[in-house]
């Protein structure tokens, strides 16, 4: 039985390990995020601007 991983923004399933992304929210409360490869590059553009913006988004879709 192989182990599935699923990015927690784009939903999709691969076989390996996804790249981990920590992000320390307002209320100092730390979350880990798996993102995949297209969807790490996507941070990578994002960094310019606030994490809250792109990584608070991802807290709120958890949190559903």
Same mark, same amino acid.
């Given at each position: ?6 990015? *927690?923004? +784009? ?8 790249? !981990?992304?920590?992000?320390? $929210? ?7 995020? *798996?993102? +995949? ?8 553009? !994002?960094?310019?601007?606030? $994490? ?13």
């Amino acid at each position: 039985m192989t182990k599935i991983f699923i990015c *927690d923004k +784009c939903s999709k399933e691969f076989p390996q390990p996804l790249d !981990e992304e920590k992000y320390k $929210d307002i209320h100092g409360e730390w979350h880990v995020f *798996d993102l +995949c490869a297209p969807c790490r590059a996507d941070l990578k553009v !994002e960094r310019g601007k606030p $994490d809250k913006e792109f990584l608070g988004k991802l807290v709120k879709k958890k949190g559903k």
